[in-house]
């Protein structure tokens, strides 16, 4: 091992901890920030004072996302949709860096195999973003159908639509009520309710459902109609999605379960042998048909797994 070896080993030590610790710590000031946000909303203070004056700024124009095309759409649609206050040079910055550092450290311990590991991690900025993208997209459509119903009661008491979005802002937990909010915002400070509505979808542009909902809206405005009634529809039309995937995933939980056993045993018997005779797979990692043969056998193993996950989803 090199001299310089522990020096680095030292240091990624010390990174992990602190970026640890900084994880901890700002997961309780976010968690303290939501609880205040709750409160807020609930005395009806709906968008704080520093939300207000950046109501009306329009987003620079990201050049990194221009440059790239749609593949630059594509991340800033997913850190638009994640609420992340990242730029798309900020998340490749990010991603390029964790490859390196990564790729390095493997390279020290692995050899040249340990490239593949670089390049791997790299895309785990990535992956984060498009969970959180999709987490709060999952929570924002289930409570959507609850926002309707409570806009619709508001309407038939007698509410006008923008007190009915303020109302869902007060008593819905995020994140839509700071959507609803927003809106209710933007309204009242002067702005059309077609510049909020399709700012809303601007902030959230994966969400079919909202967009059904904004474009109702926006019709019922503009030709009349009974808005309470196409808001009950809508929700119910919502909810009978969530019956069809909650079925879905129950007939498919067999095919996922069996996916998740085929993909693991490769991964069980090289941990198996391993550890009970480390020198049997030894040539896939010390010559270089081996590191082939291991290169292939993981391109293949991922395309498989890839497919078995596809072939579980449904679009409805």
């Not at 964790?98 to 450290?105: D, E, K």
């Not at 791997?120 to 973003?129: D, N, T």
């Not at 967009?211 to 926006?218: E, G, K, W």
């Not at 808005?227 to 529809?233: C, H, S, W």
Request: hydrophobic fraction near 50%; charge should be neutral.
């Amino acid at each position: 091992m090199p001299t310089w070896a522990p020096i680095v080993i030292l240091a990624t030590a010390l990174a992990i901890v602190v970026g640890v610790g900084q994880g901890f710590y700002w997961t309780y000031v976010s968690r303290k920030q939501a609880e205040r946000d709750r409160l807020a909303r609930r005395l009806g203070t709906v968008v704080d004072e520093d939300e207000k004056a950046a109501l009306f700024l329009e987003a620079a124009p990201d050049p990194t996302a221009g440059a790239l095309g749609d593949f630059g759409q594509h991340l800033q649609d997913l850190l638009i949709s994640a609420d992340f206050k990242w730029s798309v040079s900020r998340l490749l910055f990010t991603c390029g860096g964790v490859a390196v550092v990564i790729g390095l450290l493997a390279l020290l311990f692995l050899g040249p195999m340990g490239l593949l590991l670089g390049i791997g991690s790299g895309m785990a900025p990535y992956l984060l973003v498009s969970q959180k993208a999709k987490a709060r997209s999952k929570k924002m459509v289930s409570q959507l159908p609850e926002a309707l119903d409570l806009m619709a009661r508001s309407l038939q008491a007698g509410l006008g639509l923008s007190d009915a979005f303020k109302m869902c802002a007060e008593e819905l937990p995020l994140p839509l009520a700071g959507e609803f909010g927003r809106v209710f915002e933007e309204v009242r400070f002067g702005r059309d309710y077609r510049q909020a509505l399709e700012g809303m979808l601007a902030r959230n542009p994966t969400l079919f459902e909202l967009r059904i909902f904004v474009s109702s809206v926006l019709l019922q405005r503009e030709t009349g109609g009974n808005l309470i009634e196409v808001l009950n529809a809508i929700s119910n039309t919502i909810r009978a999605r969530f019956l069809f995937h909650a079925k879905v995933k129950a007939l498919t939980s067999e095919a996922r379960f069996s996916a998740l056993i085929l993909g693991g045993l490769p991964a069980a018997v090289m941990v198996i042998l391993l550890v009970m005779n480390p020198d049997y797979p030894s040539p896939l990692f010390n010559e270089t048909v081996g590191n082939y043969m291991l290169g292939l056998m993981v391109t293949l193993y991922v395309s498989g797994g890839f497919l078995m996950w596809r072939i579980t989803q449904v679009e409805v």
